[in-house]
């Protein structure tokens, strides 16, 4: 049995269901080509400046809607620029009203000691045709996904929609799966696949969501590539993946090698093979005291993205951002660095993620049922 929508603490395929986009559990491979396919056209459409063409039929069989009269509304309770920003141009671009609002918790009814079950029984009632959370707090997500509801038995007139569709936006160290979309695409832009290559993951492989989602996502969507995880081992201290990710990749058909590194010759032999290279920053936020004094610096040492680097591997450099000392800004510009394409890619990423998830719910449940079918 299922958890009550107010004890969901963590990711349940019963409860968490397309087109909520809740964990990158949900992005297999139908489901990947899905909203690539449909962010490619949009991004073609950005690109020339095509506004009467933006709203465009997905297939043939599905006719032309924008998101005019729609509403996407949505809390931002963690700093946030790329994310908030690129939601709210997506939503003005499709034609729906943007509220994804920036807010200190403190200044919400949370602050006064309200239940955060009940801020959300509340945010549902207020019907947004879309609601993006982030907040610190990994269960939230969860939580608010389960209450904004499931979308069958609706009597939307076009499909079967029903009000709020919910969409994670990043909750604690655990998911970011919007981002996991955007890095997925980028990389599928500029290598022309997901599939065959060696992909070098160097940064915080213990409470990055951005990492955590990105390997989850690959291990349901990628074929055939070669995931190296550069574990670095600095005065002892080794960083791991979370036990959950390296379960998902253990099922999953891909290389999966984690690699202890100590020296910056080792990580460099790494890059040299490698066709793809995705840094993060360290979350030292999110580890608190656990972290030898030394071992933040030393990491960004060890795994630096520098001129150097560069110049002696042929690396596809891709990052979330924001960039710390793990990224020398010498290297901003460099045609093998993705990252300011890669960021801006969010917007026709989300805008796809938005249309299918409010016009088109049927279209993502299929797809990631059909994968599901085929796995089993």
Request: net charge negative.
């Amino acid at each position: 049995m299922s958890p009550a929508p107010e004890n969901a603490t963590e990711y349940d395929p019963q409860l968490h269901r397309w087109p909520h986009c809740v964990s990158a559990h949900q992005i297999t491979r139908s489901v990947f080509e899905l909203i690539q396919k449909r962010a490619a056209q949009m991004l073609d459409q950005l690109e020339k400046r095509d506004w009467s063409r933006m709203h465009g039929e997905l297939f043939d069989n599905i006719p032309r809607q924008s998101l005019a009269n729609t509403i996407t509304a949505g809390l931002i309770l963690e700093p946030s620029t790329r994310t908030q920003t690129s939601f709210n141009v997506a939503a003005a671009r499709l034609g729906s009203s943007p509220q994804v609002q920036m807010i200190d918790p403190a200044r919400t009814s949370m602050g006064k000691a309200e239940r955060w079950d009940t801020t959300v029984r509340v945010l549902c009632q207020y019907h947004p045709d879309a609601f993006v959370l982030r907040t610190p707090h990994v269960e939230q997500a969860y939580q608010a996904a389960a209450l904004f509801g499931d979308y069958t038995g609706s009597h939307h007139p076009n499909t079967d929609k029903s009000w709020g569709v919910f969409i994670n936006a990043g909750n604690g160290s655990d998911q970011h799966p919007t981002q996991a979309l955007l890095d997925m695409f980028a990389i599928h832009k500029v290598c022309g696949t997901i599939n065959g290559l060696r992909i070098l993951i160097a940064g915080d492989i213990g409470r990055a969501r951005t990492v955590n989602s990105l390997l989850i996502a690959l291990a349901q969507a990628a074929i055939d590539s070669t995931i190296v995880i550069v574990a670095p081992v600095i005065d002892g201290y080794e960083l791991s993946p979370p036990a959950h990710v390296m379960h998902k990749l253990d099922e999953a058909n891909l290389n999966v090698q984690v690699a202890q590194v100590r020296t910056r010759d080792e990580f460099v032999d790494l890059a040299r093979q490698a066709d793809v290279g995705y840094w993060t920053r360290l979350q030292v936020e999110r580890y608190r005291d656990e972290l030898p004094p030394s071992f933040a610096a030393a990491n960004a040492s060890l795994i630096q993205l520098s001129p150097e680097l560069l110049d002696q591997t042929e690396i596809l450099a891709f990052h979330p951002m924001p960039y710390t000392d793990e990224v020398c800004r010498e290297v901003e510009g460099h045609h093998q660095v993705m990252f300011l394409k890669q960021a801006g890619w969010g917007v026709p990423v989300r805008m796809a993620l938005l249309e299918l998830a409010i016009l088109h719910p049927k279209q993502l449940r299929d797809a990631f049922e059909q994968d599901t079918r085929e796995s089993a």
